[in-house]
């Protein structure tokens, strides 16, 4: 492989895997809470509709960027008050979160087209330079010649962490979902707690969605998150719920998304569909490999009744 080769296949690697990790960054939090919210797919897509409509009508990313932030907590204060207030199964809400994200969406562009026959172009992320650093060989673009939100979800990582790990309220967090009853008696509402990390997940799978929409792609198409959801479900689980393991498993299937890219530019005999099905065999496969290795925060998806 040519030096070129090698070093577009690391920056494809490392930007199809921005998505991923910002929605898993946000997903280990709720789940470390004991929620889980099988609704970041339509999250992101919401986000993505927003990021888009947003910039385009403001000619601002940043404010396109908050607007996909908002769409994805509104559709987490709703996955809150049917699972959280209403005891409602997580995974059948998060379904259903789903289903009304894919519809809202296609109404919405279906209105996009009907209006302007023609995209607009949206204002977008575009890459920003670290000077000297992203001129070095090999990793200097890959790695310094990233869009903000880029660098944003890797300045998440260590940010995801510490609040975990070195603050009261993070340690509440990991509480609810540990030992919820425990957290309580100590004087926090494991509701409150589990409804603030819904909408900080909500809005990191926003972001995501903005992402995909405003500093990858420049535009909207419908389903465009295309399983990416699904897939930061599967990052969460095989990264043990670690925003460093988190980073590692995106990297991983980010990787596993490039390879598409290169093996149906080499044009090889095999059928390109192989190669879109490549990402969702590693998710398959890494779940497989995982069941049972990992331990899940110990009251995961289970409502919390006060005795």
């Given at each position: 492989m040519s030096h070129a080769a090698l070093a577009g296949l690391m920056a494809t690697t490392l930007a199809l895997?921005?998505?991923?990790?910002?929605?898993?960054?946000?997903?280990?939090?709720?789940?470390?809470?004991?929620?889980?919210?099988?609704?970041?797919?339509?999250?992101m897509l919401a986000g993505a509709l927003a990021a888009f409509f947003v910039a385009v009508a403001t000619h601002s990313p940043l404010l396109g960027a908050l607007a996909s932030a908002g769409a994805g907590i509104a559709l987490a204060l709703l996955f809150g008050l049917l699972s959280l207030v209403f005891e409602a199964d997580q995974v059948v809400v998060g379904t259903a979160i789903n289903i009304?994200?894919?519809?809202?969406?296609?109404v919405f562009y279906h209105a996009l087209q009907t209006a302007i026959p023609e995209q607009p172009q949206p204002a977008s992320f575009g890459p920003v330079a670290i000077p000297i650093l992203s001129r070095l060989p090999l990793v200097g673009h890959a790695l310094f010649a990233q869009n903000a939100l880029a660098y944003c979800s890797f300045l998440m990582?260590?940010?995801?962490?510490?609040?975990?790990?070195?603050t009261r309220l993070g340690?509440?967090?990991?509480?609810?979902?540990?030992h919820p009853a425990a957290a309580d008696a100590a004087g926090f509402s494991v509701r409150r707690i589990r409804a603030l990390a819904l909408v900080f997940g909500?809005?990191?799978?926003?972001?995501?969605?903005?992402?995909?929409?405003?500093?990858?792609?420049?535009?909207f198409a419908q389903q465009m998150s295309g399983g990416k959801g699904f897939i930061a479900l599967a990052v969460v689980i095989v990264g043990r719920w670690s925003?460093?393991?988190?980073?590692?498993?995106?990297?991983?299937?980010?990787?596993?998304?490039?390879?598409?890219?290169?093996?149906?530019?080499?044009?090889?005999?095999?059928p390109y569909q192989a190669f879109l099905a490549?990402?969702?065999?590693?998710?398959?496969?890494?779940?497989?490999?995982?069941?049972?290795?990992?331990?899940?925060p110990a009251r995961l998806g289970e409502p919390y009744r006060r005795s």
């Open positions: 895997a921005v998505p991923l990790l910002l929605a898993a960054l946000g997903e280990i939090v709720v789940e470390k809470a004991g929620t889980i919210n099988v609704g970041i797919e339509g999250m009304l994200a894919l519809g809202i969406t296609g990582i260590p940010v995801v962490w510490a609040f975990l790990n070195k340690l509440a967090t990991r509480a609810a979902g540990e909500g809005a990191m799978a926003g972001l995501a969605g903005a992402y995909l929409s405003i500093a990858y792609t420049f535009g925003p460093a393991g988190a980073l590692l498993a995106a990297l991983l299937f980010g990787f596993a998304s490039a390879l598409q890219f290169l093996f149906q530019a080499i044009n090889t005999p095999i490549l990402p969702y065999i590693l998710t398959l496969a890494a779940l497989v490999v995982r069941a049972g290795q990992v331990a899940a």
